[in-house]
């Protein structure tokens, strides 16, 4: 309970759904090379292998919150570290450890080449680069014709039981949900592939995809196929849908359902 003539607090909801509001727009366009690059049959991983690699969660959900916000040319936020901090939940948000916490966070996108950062009002001005990893300029994926996935901003806003999926889902889970958005429903994702698709283990994308599931965000059907040289005679491949509020998308394998 709040003392007496102390003044309201914004909660890490409240600066959440503030900062999404002013992007004007549902959803968040996330070129598929962030996810992969690289022609058909010869995909390569793209920078969100890094994010995984390093455990980097904190880093992917900032870099996320800005690509929301920064919804219009010259595509840029400007806000201070220490709400930057509280809308990710972190600790005492006005603290210098909650400052150099963000301060850090911005430095590994820099590094990625994801973001270009300058002082405003002793602020930092974080300027988008293309979501590829080269150092380009940022344009809209759209307008740019270049593919991209949709994250709905469903990811950080409340459903109806309260709940806010970008602070329930585990690392190996935002990974896969990013995956699975830029793929059609009923796709197939074979753990053995995931280390050159995707530069994710096995293991990392099969923990990813078994707690989408457990939260009820993936559903997965089992197509079986004859197989006269298997022991058993069968193979079965595990198709996986996504489930509202991301899914699904009514498109199979590029045909509408």
Sequence with gaps: MREPNQPPVATVDETVDEILSQAGRPETPLRRTFLQQGPEGKRTPGPLKTFVVNSDHRGLLLYLLVLGKASSEPWDATLAAAVWARALGVELPNSATAKSMISKAWKRLEDRRLIRRE???????????????????????????????????????????????????????????????????????????????????????????????????????????????????????????????????????????
């Design 119 to 257: 002082r405003y009002r002793r602020r930092a001005r974080v300027f988008l680069l293309n979501e590829a990893g080269t150092g380009d300029p940022y344009t809209h994926p759209g307008q740019a014709r270049d593919t991209y996935l949709k994250l709905p901003h469903a990811f950080w806003q409340a459903d109806p039981d309260g709940d806010r999926w970008y602070r329930v889902l585990a690392l190996p889970e935002v990974a896969m949900l990013l995956i699975a958005l830029s793929l059609n429903d009923e796709f197939r994702l074979p753990a053995e592939d995931m280390p050159d698709w995707y530069g994710i283990s096995a293991d990392t994308a099969s923990r990813g995809l078994k707690g989408l599931i457990s939260h009820g965000l993936l559903e997965v059907r089992k197509h079986y196929k004859t197989a006269p040289l298997s022991p058993v005679g069968y193979t079965a491949d595990h198709l996986y849908t996504l489930q509202p509020p991301f899914g699904p998308k009514g498109q199979v394998q590029g045909r509408r359902q």
